[in-house]
Antibody, heavy 123, light 113 residues
Framework: EVQLVQSGAEVKKPGESLRISCKASGYSFSSHWIAWVRQMPGKGLEWMGI????????RYIPSFQGHVTISADESTSTAYLQWSSLKASDTAVYYC????????????????WGQGTMVTVSS | DIVMTQSPDSLAVSLGERATINCKSSQSVLYSPYNKHCLAWYQQKPGQPPKLLIY???TRESGVPDRFSGSGSGTDFTLTISSLQAEDVAVYYCQQYYSTPFTFGPGTKVDIK
């Protein structure tokens, strides 16, 4: 059974650093792109960036590039999302999600999701 | 970036009645090698992650009830719930996976009338 299990809720102050995790099981971690998706309170879904654990190829959307870092550890089948300096506007639920593979297409829709990690940044 | 829009923002439908949600992409999301549209629909219930319902615009994900169906082509797509059940109360999002960033629509909230 495919599962993505995320780390627990975090409460941080502006300027602090943070790393949240997403542990995968039930499939070949190296063979599927993993994405991070942000959902701010009461808002919609924003695709932040992706990583291919097999070769650590990583892509970000411009608005998140430089503010977050996506990484993965094949040895523990875990993907990470980290911030070096949090802002209040980073308050959101963050989901990891697996891109499905549809034939030749390796960046298919999100077929499995983590349960979400609530990050609250407040002074 | 491809911009996804949805209509309506919200709708209330009586139990057993049909619910229809529209999604429009700012450009074609047709994947030529397969002649299929890179359009997915997700359902998100409160406090839960989204769940994939439909991909390739009209292919139902395994385990999804057949009252959910997707249609459309070009830049206009539709999600239809043929007979609304109480457990279908949720926000529904469309998403294109044709080109990065894989953008979502703003969501449509479905309630019981």
């Amino acid at each position: 059974e495919v599962q993505l299990v995320q780390s627990g809720a975090e409460v941080k102050k502006p300027g602090e650093s943070l790393r949240i995790s997403c542990k995968a099981s039930g499939y070949s971690f190296s063979s599927h792109w993993i994405a991070w998706v942000r959902q701010m309170p009461g808002k919609g879904l924003e695709w932040m960036g992706i990583i291919y654990p097999g070769d650590s190829d990583t892509r970000y959307i411009p608005s998140f590039q430089g503010h977050v870092t996506i990484s993965a550890d094949e040895s523990t089948s875990t993907a990470y999302l980290q911030w070096s300096s949090l802002k209040a506007s980073d308050t959101a639920v963050y989901y990891c999600a697996r891109h499905g593979v549809l034939g030749m297409m390796t960046l298919g829709p999100f077929d499995f999701w983590g349960q979400g990690t609530m990050v609250t940044v407040s002074s | 970036d491809i911009v996804m829009t949805q209509s309506p923002d919200s709708l209330a439908v009586s139990l057993g009645e049909r619910a229809t949600i529209n999604c429009k992409s700012s450009q074609s999301v047709l994947y030529s090698p397969y002649n299929k549209h890179c359009l997915a629909w997700y359902q998100q219930k409160p406090g839960q992650p989204p769940k994939l319902l439909i991909y390739w615009a009209s292919t139902r994900e395994s385990g999804v009830p057949d009252r959910f169906s997707g249609s459309g082509s070009g830049t206009d797509f539709t999600l239809t719930i043929s007979s609304l059940q109480a457990e279908d109360v949720a926000v529904y999002y469309c998403q294109q996976y044709y080109s990065t960033p894989f953008t979502f629509g703003p969501g449509t909230k479905v309630d019981i009338k």
